[in-house]
């Protein structure tokens, strides 16, 4: 039996989402917001009352530790990007994408974004997956086609839900220690 691709990205997107799910019970303000070593690139209100990620251009070397706050900033700034330019009327800046300013808000944007970004995919035949209609001008994927991105996001968020995941393991690991 031969698996179309759109189910096998599902299924992927769904297996990686299981993982979220998982670390789920563990994040909360306090997880979000703690920075797990000095100089940890994090989010923080700006005097207008928005929550925006720490950034540099180009990146310093080495990138900075990241707090779970920027990591879920991060999920959301590029899965906001991707889908926008891909499915919508076109990318946001990346200083237009605030943190939603708590984890509740946080999980509820990003489920958002999974369900819309699924929703999309499910609609897909294989020739809009082959094609870079939807890709053209993206920045970081110009000439990929949208089978590509789609993968890409997959990967991209298995990595994050990854270092959150480690992030929580570790934030646990220094309270048990009394160090966090």
């Not at 920075?35 to 990138?63: I, L």
């Amino acid at each position: 039996m031969t698996v179309a691709r759109v189910e096998l990205l599902i299924r992927q997107l769904d297996t990686v989402w299981a993982l979220w799910e998982y670390h789920l019970p563990g994040i909360d303000d306090a997880a979000c917001l703690w920075e797990p070593a000095p100089g940890s690139w994090t989010v923080r209100q700006d005097a207008a009352g928005h929550w925006v990620a720490d950034w540099q251009v180009p990146e310093p070397e080495p990138v900075p530790t990241t707090s779970i706050g920027w990591l879920t900033w991060h999920m959301g700034y590029w899965w906001t990007t991707t889908f926008q330019h891909c499915f919508g009327p076109g990318a946001p800046a990346r200083e237009e994408i605030h943190w939603p300013g708590s984890a509740e808000a946080t999980v509820e944007w990003l489920g958002a974004l999974r369900n819309d970004w699924r929703a999309e995919l499910l609609q897909l035949s294989d020739a809009d997956l082959d094609s870079t209609a939807r890709t053209e001008g993206l920045a970081w994927g110009e000439g990929l086609r949208l089978v590509e991105v789609a993968g890409w996001i997959t990967v991209e968020l298995t990595k994050n839900v990854a270092e959150v995941g480690q992030l929580l393991l570790l934030r646990q690991a220094l309270s048990a220690r009394g160090v966090a």
